[in-house]
């Protein structure tokens, strides 16, 4: 065990939107009974198949960073975010402005200088154009979002349209969310998939992803 390879995985979002609740699912199959307020940071890990059922199938570990979403912590978070090979990102379905806060906390993992913190809509999607992080975008809460839908609220976030990234739905007190075979369930482990190729098997991804580097290279090389 001590020989397999890792990836690291943030998991942002504001404070109360279920960041635990969904590492536990993800990494326990099961759900928290009493999840605890995160304080800094919280570790868990994941087995992870990669290509499962192909000649090129491999175990790796899956290391999944659960950051505390309070505003208080915002100015020593960084110490978690360098190096990192993929994000989730996290929001409420019942609460519309934790899914307009998820720019700026891309914003924030990528060094960006954010003029307004916690107010999404002042980010251009260019801004984030370099930005060579696979992503996964979650909205959690879906049971609760249901009795919703006729209130007008949105269940398709832009930020995962913007990046293309992959997004999925579910209640992190059901199990049959993230069953093996379901839709959520394929969608999270092709994320996982990418991590890994990113960090193991394409040669941009040669060594740890530091998002700091990565905003020079942007800079140095963007063209109007």
Not at 130 to 147: F, R, S, Y
Request: net charge neutral; hydrophobic share 30%; proline share 3%.
């Amino acid at each position: 065990m001590a020989g397999i390879d890792k990836v690291k995985i943030l998991v942002l979002g504001d404070s109360g939107v279920g960041k635990t609740s969904l590492v536990h699912l993800m990494c326990q199959n099961e759900p928290t009974t009493n999840p605890s307020w995160t304080i800094g940071c919280s570790v868990d890990v994941k087995l992870h198949e990669y290509k499962a059922g192909t000649a090129a199938e491999k175990t790796y570990f899956v290391e999944l960073w659960d950051i505390g979403g309070c505003t208080g912590h915002q100015n020593s978070r960084g110490i978690f975010y360098n190096p990192v090979n993929g994000i989730i990102l996290v929001h409420d379905l019942t609460n519309r402005k934790s899914q307009h806060n998820l720019r700026s906390w891309l914003a924030e993992v990528l060094r960006k200088d954010c003029k307004s913190q916690g107010n999404g809509n002042d980010y251009d999607p260019e801004e984030f154009a370099g930005n060579q992080i696979p992503l996964l975008v979650i909205g959690t809460k879906a049971d609760q979002a249901e009795n919703m839908r006729d209130k007008g609220k949105s269940r398709t976030s832009s930020v995962a349209e913007e990046f293309g990234a992959d997004q999925f739905d579910l209640d992190c007190q059901g199990v049959k969310y993230l069953a093996p075979g379901s839709t959520n369930s394929v969608k999270l482990s092709r994320f996982f998939d990418k991590v890994i190729e990113r960090r193991y098997y394409s040669r941009e991804g040669q060594g740890h992803y530091s998002p700091q580097l990565d905003r020079r290279r942007f800079k140095n090389s963007h063209v109007d």
